[in-house]
């Protein structure tokens, strides 16, 4: 079962470009051969789609042991298989932060600003802001995370492009509660 990061991004900068941007995010995840997938305003895929060698080798394909190699990648270590690509779900974890596409996505849009909560699997999906925000160096991105499951809070920015605050940590029960989650049963 998987468990499911809440996220809120703040996206700010001019109209135009905000336009632009909400824009360029709508979009659909690859199937993977499960059947059509409807387009949704917020798709990790439309900034950074999946390569076809990976889509074509599968969702699941790897199993842990691709989940292994995106570690080992992470931390800066050399892929035992270079000459054979992640699986779909170790991929998007790498250049997503998400073994899934974003879920459960709402936007609210105001003068110079752009609210859009979702949900993302097991962790709040900084490899993919990290990747968007250095495609729209005049927006600024915040966004907050939050999966008590895995005592997980994130908060980062990006202005500029460049990654300007990194936080990530186990949540505090204020915290906690500001994203309406029971203290008493954690």
């Known amino acids: 079962m998987t468990n ?8 700010t900068g001019a109209d135009d470009a905000l336009g632009a941007w909400r824009a360029a995010q709508r979009g659909v995840a690859p199937t993977y ?8 305003s917020l798709s990790f895929a439309a900034q950074v789609p999946v390569p076809p060698e990976v889509v074509a080798r599968g969702y699941h394909a790897g199993g842990l042991g691709d989940l292994q190699r995106v570690v080992s990648l992470q931390s800066g270590g050399v892929d035992p298989l270079p000459g054979v690509p992640l699986d779909g ?3 998007q974890t ?8 974003a879920a459960d996505v709402e936007v609210v849009a105001e003068p110079g600003v752009l ?3 979702f949900s993302s699997a097991w962790s709040a999906p900084v490899p993919w802001l990290e990747t968007v925000g250095a495609l729209w160096p ?5 966004l ?6 895995n005592e997980l809070f994130v908060h980062a920015r990006v202005e500029g492009g460049r990654v300007v605050l990194m936080d990530e940590r186990a949540p505090t029960p204020e915290e906690l ?4 989650y029971d203290v008493d049963e954690m």
């Not at 499911?4 to 996206?11: A, E, I, K, P, T």
């Not at 005049?138 to 915040?142: A, C, I, P, S, Y």
């Open 33 to 40: 051969d499960r059947g059509p997938v409807a387009a949704q």
């Open 177 to 180: 509660l500001a994203w309406g």
């Open 144 to 149: 907050w995370g939050i999966e008590p499951g």
């Open 94 to 101: 790498m250049h997503w932060g998400s073994s899934r596409d």
């Open 115 to 117: 609210t859009v909560s």
């Open 4 to 11: 499911w990061c809440q996220n809120r991004l703040v996206v």
């Open 89 to 91: 779900a170790a991929w």
């Open 138 to 142: 005049d927006l600024t991105f915040e």
